[in-house]
C-alpha cells in the first residue's frame, strides 16, 4: 500500500437510508459526507462514493491507499430470502436435519406456530444423501461411495443450482469425505459454488452446522457477483487501493477471502459502529458502554464491557441460529425513516417499515406520503429543515405536518404536534426494550453503563432513552452520523479459525493442544498471506470451549500458553467464568469442545487522529422554539453550532447541538459538557 503524504483511507457504509463516507488523509481533520442510498444496487452507492470524494473533498483515486466497506448484503439476502438457489448434499439418512431442525423454540405459547426452521434454503427435492459414515471417534465406517455422489450433484445440477452445501456426519474429525466430494463436483461442473461444513463450522451439533453452511452456499453466488461488481467498478474509477471488508467479529478481510467465507460478513455495517462507539467510549474515560446505531431504517444496539465489544459465538439472523463468531448486536426496526401507521384496534405503532431514502420521508419532498420519525421530528422544531444532513438534503415542514395529520394526528383526535410527541414515544419505548434485551435480560443493570449515541438519529432520542431507563451519563462522539463508517478505519484486519477438540482436561497433554493450535495458526497464516499487511505485526489469540463433563453448553476461555500450568489455569479460568456467568462453579471434571486462533494485524485506537480544533465561527445559533415530552407549552431552546463549541464549555437543555452529520436534542434536566477529544458527554441533573 503506497505510504505518501496525500495517501488518503475511505470508509463506507452503506445503510437502508444514507450512505456514510469517511475520508481520513494524513495531517488533516476527518472529512465526511452523507449521501441517499441507492435501493436498487447498493453496490452503486460505494461507487456513487468515489464520485462524490472527487467532487466534494477532491480526492483523486491515486491518492487512496485503504479502502473500506462495510454491507448489508449478506444480512439482506437472507432477510429478503434473495439468495441463490442451493443443492444440500448430506450422509445417508440425515438430508432432512434442516427441515427438522432442534427442539429449541423461541415462542412456546402461540396458537399458532411458525416454521423455526429456514427449509426455503433447500426444499426436500433440493437435498440429497450419499452413501458414507464416519464415527464419532473420526473412524471411517463405510468409505465415501463416489458413485452416489455423482448422481446427486447431476440431479442438483440438472435442477439448475447455483450452489452446494456439503454436511457430512462427523466431518468436523474426518473431512476427507468432503474434501473429496468437493473434488467430485469440480471435475465435472467447474465454477460452481461449493461450501463444506468441515471448513465453515468444523465444530458438533448437527443442526447448527448443516445451517450455517447452508446459508454460507445460499450467499455465496450473490456475495461474489457483489463484489465482482465492486472490484470492477473501482478498477474503472481508477481506484488501485485493495478492497477491504468488514466481517462479523469486527474484523476486515480482503475480497478474496470474504468470497470465501461469506457467512462471516452478517451484520458487517453495525459491526463497525459498535468498534467505533468503543474507541470513542475509551478516549473519553468509559470503558462500560451500550452503543445504539440508529439511522433511518433500524436500530442496533450492543454492549461493551471492560472496553471491548461483546462478541457471541452464535447469532440469530431472521430468527435463525447462525454459528458465527459476531459482535453482540440486538437490531430493531426502528429508526428515523420508520412509518407511523394506525392498527386494527386504533393504536399508534411506529415500523418496522421505513420509508428508506427511495422515496424517503414525507418532509423530503420526493413523494412520500406517510409520516415517519423524522417528520415528526421536523414538527416538534428539533431538526434545522435547511440543515439537514449538512444542508444536502432541504427538508419541507408542510410536507412533514401534512403527512402526521393524515396518518395520525387525525385518525387518533390529536393536535399534529401532539401526534409527532406519540410517536417518538412509541418508537422511543421500542429502543428501551431492546437496550433492555442486551442488559437487563442478561442480569446487567444499564444504569451503570454510558449510552453512546450513533448514526444519523441517535442523538435525537438519547436524552430521552437515558432518562427511561435511569442512566446517568450519554456520550455523543465527534462523527456520531458517519461512526461505523469512521469503525472501519479504525479496526484491524482479523481472521479467525476453530476446530473440534474434544479431549477432558483430566487426560490431556498440552503438548496435544499445542499441535492442534500449530493447525489452527497455519490456517490463518494462509488467510493472512491474502491480505495486503505489508510488515504490520500480527497478534495472536487462543481460546478454548469448555465445559463441565455432561453438561450440554460451554464457555469460551482463553488459553494463555506461556502460564506456569497451562492446562490448570485454563481450568481455574474457567471455574471463575462459570461462577462469574451463572453464580456457581464446582470441582468437578471438564473437557475441552473446541479450540480457537485469532489473528489480527493494524488497527488503531483513535477515530480521527488529528487534535479537536474547533472553528472560530460563534458557538450560539438564534434559540428557536421546540416541543418536548412531559412539557404542555413550547419551550425555547439553546441551538449551538458543534463545529464551533471549545473544550469545556458546558450548557444545559433545552438545547439543540447541530452538525452536518447528525442533531442531539438535549431535554430539560440534562446538561452537557465538550470534552478534550471533542466528544460531547450528557449527564443528568
Not at 478516549?283 to 465489544?309: K, N, R
Request: net charge negative; with cysteine; hydrophobic share 40%.
Amino acid at each position: 500500500m503506497s505510504m505518501h503524504a496525500q495517501a488518503v483511507d475511505i470508509g463506507v457504509d452503506i445503510g437502508g437510508t444514507f450512505t456514510d463516507i469517511v475520508c481520513r488523509r494524513p495531517g488533516q481533520p476527518m472529512h465526511t459526507l452523507k449521501i441517499p442510498t441507492s435501493r436498487g444496487d447498493p453496490s452503486q452507492a460505494v461507487l456513487d462514493a468515489v464520485r462524490h470524494l472527487s467532487q466534494d473533498l477532491n480526492v483523486a483515486p491515486s491518492e487512496i491507499q485503504r479502502f473500506l466497506h462495510g454491507t448489508t448484503i449478506a444480512t439482506n439476502a437472507v432477510l429478503e430470502r434473495k439468495g441463490a438457489k442451493i443443492g444440500l448434499i448430506t450422509s445417508i439418512g440425515f438430508k432432512d436435519t434442516l427441515e427438522i431442525g432442534s427442539q429449541l423454540r423461541q415462542e412456546l405459547h402461540r396458537v399458532l406456530l411458525k416454521p423455526v426452521t429456514p427449509g426455503y434454503l433447500a426444499p426436500g427435492a433440493q437435498r440429497k444423501e450419499v452413501i458414507e459414515q464416519v464415527s464419532a471417534q473420526g473412524e471411517v465406517v463405510t468409505p465415501l461411495d463416489e458413485e452416489s455422489v455423482r448422481l446427486a450433484v447431476a440431479e442438483l445440477i440438472d435442477d439448475g443450482v447455483e450452489a452446494i452445501a456439503v454436511c457430512y456426519v462427523f466431518s468436523f474429525l474426518h473431512p476427507r469425505h468432503e474434501q473429496r466430494t468437493r473434488e467430485l463436483i469440480d471435475a465435472r461442473h467447474h465454477g460452481i459454488a461449493i461450501s463444506l461444513s468441515s471448513e465453515v463450522d468444523p465444530t458438533f451439533r448437527e443442526y447448527e452446522r448443516t445451517l450455517v453452511t447452508a446459508f454460507d452456499a445460499y450467499m455465496k453466488p450473490i456475495v461474489g457477483r457483489y463484489l465482482e461488481r465492486l472490484h470492477d467498478g473501482l478498477a474503472a474509477a481508477q481506484v488501485s487501493a485493495p478492497l477491504q471488508i468488514m466481517q462479523s467479529r469486527g474484523g476486515l478481510t480482503g475480497t478474496s477471502v470474504a468470497r470465501k467465507r461469506p457467512v462471516r460478513l452478517f451484520l458487517s455495517g453495525p459491526a463497525a459502529g459498535v468498534i467505533g462507539g468503543a474507541i470513542a467510549g475509551r478516549s473519553s474515560g468509559h470503558t462500560d458502554l451500550i452503543t445504539i446505531d440508529v439511522g433511518g431504517t433500524s436500530s442496533d444496539i450492543a454492549l461493551v464491557e471492560g472496553g471491548q465489544p461483546v462478541i457471541r459465538a452464535q447469532g440469530m439472523i431472521a430468527g435463525f441460529p447462525v454459528r458465527v463468531p459476531m459482535v453482540d448486536v440486538n437490531a430493531i426496526g426502528a429508526g428515523g425513516g420508520s412509518i407511523a401507521w394506525i392498527d386494527g384496534a386504533g393504536g399508534l405503532r411506529v415500523g418496522p417499515h421505513s420509508a428508506g431514502s427511495e422515496p424517503g420521508p414525507a418532509c423530503y419532498g420526493r413523494g412520500g406520503q406517510e409520516a415517519t420519525v423524522t417528520d415528526a421530528s421536523v414538527v416538534l422544531g428539533w431538526l434545522d429543515p435547511e440543515y439537514f444532513a449538512g444542508g444536502t438534503v432541504p427538508l419541507d415542514p408542510a410536507l412533514a405536518r401534512a403527512g402526521i395529520e393524515q396518518h395520525v394526528a387525525r385518525p387518533l383526535g390529536l393536535s399534529i404536534e401532539d401526534a409527532a410527541l406519540g410517536i417518538h414515544r412509541v418508537v422511543n419505548a421500542q429502543m428501551v426494550e431492546g437496550i433492555r434485551l442486551v442488559s437487563v435480560r442478561r442480569g446487567l443493570d444499564p444504569r451503570r453503563f454510558t449510552l453512546v449515541a450513533l448514526g444519523g438519529a441517535g442523538p435525537i432520542h438519547a436524552s430521552a432513552l437515558a432518562t427511561e431507563l435511569s442512566i446517568g451519563k450519554v456520550l455523543i462522539p465527534r462523527h456520531p452520523g458517519v461512526l461505523s463508517a469512521a469503525g472501519l478505519l479504525a479496526a484491524p484486519i482479523e481472521h479467525e479459525v476453530a476446530t473440534a477438540f474434544p479431549r477432558e482436561l483430566a487426560t490431556l497433554d498440552i503438548a496435544e493442544i499445542r499441535h492442534a493450535l500449530d493447525g489452527l495458526d497455519r490456517q490463518c497464516s494462509g488467510l493472512m498471506a491474502e491480505e495486503s499487511i505489508g510488515g504490520m505485526p500480527i497478534t495472536i489469540q487462543y481460546s478454548a470451549d469448555i465445559w463441565y463433563v455432561g453438561q450440554s453448553y460451554h464457555l469460551e476461555v482463553p488459553v494463555a500458553l506461556d502460564a506456569a500450568d497451562p492446562l490448570r489455569a485454563l481450568y481455574q479460568d474457567f471455574l471463575a467464568l462459570h461462577d462469574r456467568i451463572y453464580g456457581h462453579a464446582m470441582e468437578r471434571p471438564a473437557a475441552i469442545v473446541n479450540l480457537r486462533s485469532v489473528h489480527r494485524a493494524g488497527g488503531s485506537d483513535h477515530l480521527d487522529e488529528e487534535k479537536y480544533c474547533p472553528s472560530a465561527a460563534d458557538p450560539v445559533k438564534s434559540p428557536r422554539i421546540i416541543r418536548v415530552a412531559g412539557n404542555p407549552a413550547p419551550v425555547q431552546a439553546a441551538i449551538y453550532l458543534r463545529a464551533a463549541m471549545p473544550p469545556g464549555m458546558i450548557f444545559s437543555g433545552p438545547a439543540i447541538v447541530e452538525q452536518a452529520d447528525t442533531t442531539t436534542l438535549v431535554e430539560p434536566g440534562w446538561h452537557g459538557t465538550v470534552l478534550g477529544n471533542g466528544n460531547l458527554l450528557l449527564a443528568r441533573g
